[in-house]
């Protein structure tokens, strides 16, 4: 006779699995066969869930066989891979990835739905970390207003209050719906709580039973197999860190060369700025150096006008030395082309006066165009030296210098809650606050968190601890 198999299907909040088993397989062979397909060697805590026939969700029972939910051949059994039982310390006890990023899931689904009381500033400072790792940071050409759908959930909330330590628990019972705690002190009276059912009775000592095992290998040295672990995650921690700071200080370098490319197309322009300036005054000083030089041509031209004229007149005069007796009339004639020579001759000096003024206003504007385009000259030269002193890239930035510490963080972290809870008290309907938000102000305003829980409860007698869990 062959061997029947059924199929089973297993939702993960990351994945769907879907399986063959054998007929008469136990829990724990599927449990192991999921926590090998999705590589989790953290495996003590977490479990599967079903729904039995009345509609109960259950913890499966790993020693125990599983049996299909259907008598049809392709009728797929259905399970929930859940996180089981919490860590006392997450950074401490949450060694792989796969195992931190599966409780992510499991608290947030549990913050989302209500089930753990969350304040406002603390939900929306983990909803920015969530907005942030998923979106990058933020870009107001890109994240506009509606980018991001936030619903409104009705919570069915729940805010834990602890009562007694775990190591003070000497005992567990149960009777058919009825759960019994008996503490260790002898004088403290047993806690006693109903259940709907045996079976729901079962499960809360599964639970706890669970619970006390894991207590205690907290306490423990680590296995061999936890150290091992750890050491991996460590190791993928400083690989991980060491890529995050190359990545950075290539980012940095990056940055900082486009800020240097920026400042050389920046001097470049400074530079074609300055070469068309001093384009423009050499133009300037060309046109006036031919200017200067036709200036000269005409001063030239007017002294040797000049000489000409002054030749004529000594020949004049030479002539009206010669002609004495000449007649009146030659006389009058002559002395009239000397007085007019003399006036040719003094509006011939003039001029060239005139030529000599504009010559030396042409020499000092050439002189001025000369100095400036040797002060742009000067200029560019300096610019290009300034440019070379920024070609060294040996003095970067070292990450180690910016790094915080753990108390650093932890202290900015509590400065973003409290801007946020500034920011929303002013908008916050009083008349609108539910009993559990009402409790966790008292608690706040009072200072207590869990540390100091946990210290309080240690103090006084199991007596007194037990009135107080009877008393809630």
Known sequence: MGVKWFPVRVTTPESVLEFKLKQNSSGRQLFNQVCNTIGLREVWWFGLRYVDSKGVEKWVKLNKKISPSSKSKDACTDFTFRVKFFPEEVSEELIQDVTQRLFYYEVKSSVVSGQYYTSPDSALLLASYQALVRHGKYDPEVHKTGFINIPNYIPAQLTPKISFPWNEIRKLV?????????PTDTSGKDIVFYCDSTSACKEVMALCTGNHELYGRRRR????????MKAQAKEAKDARKMEQEKLAAERRARELMEERYRKMELAMQEQEMAYEMSRSALTDYQRKVEELESQLEEEKRARMELESMQRRLEEVNRQLELETAASL????????????????????KRIINEKEQE????????????????DHSNGVKNRDSGEQELQPLDNLCRPEDSRQTMAAMDMDHAKRLEMIRKDLNPVRDQRKLQKVDIQYEANVSKGMDKYRTLNAIRQGNTKKRVEQFESL
Not at 174 to 182: A, C, G, I, P, W
Not at 221 to 228: A, F, G, L, R, Y
């Open 174 to 182: 149960y009777s058919h719906s009825k759960f019994t705690v008996k």
């Open 221 to 228: 040295p680590d296995s061999i197999e936890v150290q091992q």
């Open 329 to 348: 009339e030659d006389r009058c004639r002559l002395k009239a082309e000397r007085d007019r020579v003399l006036n040719e001759i003094d509006e011939q």
């Open 359 to 374: 010559k030396r206003t042409i020499e000092a504007a050439l002189a001025k165009a000369r100095a400036e385009r040797d």
